[in-house]
């Protein structure tokens, strides 16, 4: 059973676009939501994270919205670079030190 | 954040051997470490939370005694893959609960598992 989904494996995007990443979550009991960025052969490095009690959080180039009602999540990337190219992960945490992984988004930012 | 370091970053071993994996967090004392295991092109799926000085606690469906945790001290943790089957070839990853940063881990940079 899947509690979180990245239902797009992978995404496209010019240099310069906003790339917006999803992601959806089953457990209503999830109360913090992080994205994670990795390469492979690396381990995860921590990006953005959003209480549930906030529905947007920014850092730079980087937001996350947070759509309690639908259970969903979505990061935007503006503007898109090409070091940004990685497999984009979202997780869940229900008040506990245990996170959830989505399943993960390739994403390419070509020239 | 915390410096997690993972050793030996890649292993190839036969079949029916046994591997240590080593989890350190270089600046920070964790009181709590957490294993995750990867498969190609699949999510990060925990197989289970170490805690220092006590057992390990096994997510369901992993064998605790194949797979066997020792956290000895704040900043190092083992996984001990035992009697490793081909099927065991994965990434396993080791993360550090930074507690009070609201749930952030920061994961060490892997293992590569290959087993013949």
């Known amino acids: 059973d899947q509690q979180v989904k990245q239902n797009s494996p992978s995404l496209s995007v010019q240099e310069g676009r906003i790339s917006i990443l999803n992601c959806d979550y089953t457990n209503s009991m999830f109360d913090y939501f992080l994205w994670y960025k990795k390469y492979p052969a690396e381990g995860p490095t921590f990006l953005i994270s959003i209480s549930s009690i906030k529905d947007k959080n920014e850092d730079g180039r980087f937001t996350v919205f947070l759509n309690k009602s639908a259970k969903h999540l979505s990061l935007h990337i503006v503007p898109s670079q090409p070091g940004d190219s990685a497999v984009y992960f979202c997780a869940a945490s229900d008040n506990t030190d245990k996170l959830i992984f989505g399943t993960g988004t390739r994403l390419q930012v070509f020239p | 954040g915390a410096v997690v370091s993972q050793h030996p970053s890649w292993v190839i071993c036969k079949s029916g051997t046994s591997v240590k994996i080593e989890c350190r967090s270089l600046d920070f004392q964790a009181t709590t470490m957490f294993w995750y295991r990867q498969f190609p092109k699949q999510s990060l799926m925990l197989m289970a939370t170490?805690?220092?000085?006590?057992?390990?606690?096994?997510e369901q469906g992993v064998e605790k005694d194949k797979f066997l945790i020792n956290h000895a001290s704040l900043t190092l943790s083992t996984l001990t893959v035992t009697s490793a089957h081909p099927e065991d070839s994965s990434f396993y990853i080791c993360s550090v609960s930074v507690t009070g940063t609201s749930y952030e881990q920061y994961f060490g940079p892997g293992t590569r598992l290959t087993v013949t």
């Open positions: 170490s805690n220092e000085g006590s057992k390990a606690t096994y």
